[in-house]
């Protein structure tokens, strides 16, 4: 089945600065490539997702990158602000099944 | 918006016991899932039903069963709790079939096995 690590396992910034955050999976077969922020005590939540055909998509101060070659993808987050600081996991699928990595927390320091 | 509604937000079992933890969706989606988190392990997907009385087991399905009657309602039971399965549940939906779609969390059941 699909395998997917994530580092850093932590990652503090200074308010201002960009944060990424890398994944590598394992399946070729895979080809949707979420991400889920998760603040603390509440519920996972697509913040963005990026799919086989495409390089890179942005959404405001976040973007995402895909090299299927390589098979990773990597969460660019920029200007980043205390609202940030969460638990982000990226996540890898080729079926209904998404398998997700064991996450990333973010602090982001005002 | 999309609901997803699991119906404790915790629960304390004595080991042995039966658990049954129950999730239900507003939104008519096809898929359903019951995941597990543990601090430094991420998400693991226990068990995933793409249809009423439909079934898949997933990476952890070991001392679970499932069952899904109607489409909204999708129920992970612990045939007998264990101290190792407490952590906190997650259940989530889908609209529909195939690939790459937004899933939709519950807030949670954090379960404590005694």
């Known amino acids: 089945g699909e395998n997917v690590e994530q580092h850093p396992s932590t990652l503090s910034v200074q308010e201002g600065d960009s944060a990424v955050i890398k994944c590598t999976y394992s399946?070729?077969?895979?080809?949707?490539f979420p991400w889920y922020k998760q603040e603390l005590g509440k519920r996972p939540q697509l913040i963005i997702d990026i799919r086989s055909n495409v390089g890179e998509k942005k959404d405001q101060r976040i973007a995402v990158t895909l090299n299927k070659t390589a098979k990773h993808f990597s969460l660019h987050i920029t200007e980043t602000q205390p609202e940030d600081s969460a638990v982000y996991f990226c996540a890898a699928s080729g079926s209904y099944q998404l398998t997700f990595g064991k996450g990333t927390k973010l602090s982001v320091i005002p | 918006d999309v609901k997803v509604t699991q119906s404790s937000r915790y629960l304390v079992k004595r080991t042995g016991e039966k658990v049954f933890l129950e999730c239900v969706q507003d939104m008519d989606h096809e898929n359903m899932f019951w995941y597990r988190q543990d601090p430094g392990l991420g998400l693991r997907l226990i068990y995933f039903s793409y249809d009423v009385k439909m079934k898949e087991k997933g990476d952890i399905p070991e001392g679970y069963s499932v069952s899904r009657e109607k489409k909204e309602r999708f129920s992970l039971i612990l045939e007998s709790a264990s101290t190792n399965q407490t952590s906190m549940y997650l259940c989530?939906?889908?609209?529909?079939?195939?690939?790459?779609?937004?899933?939709?969390f519950g807030s949670g059941t954090q379960l404590s096995v005694l």
């Open positions: 989530a939906s889908s609209l529909s079939g195939g690939q790459g779609e937004k899933l939709f």
């Open positions: 399946d070729s077969a895979s080809n949707y």
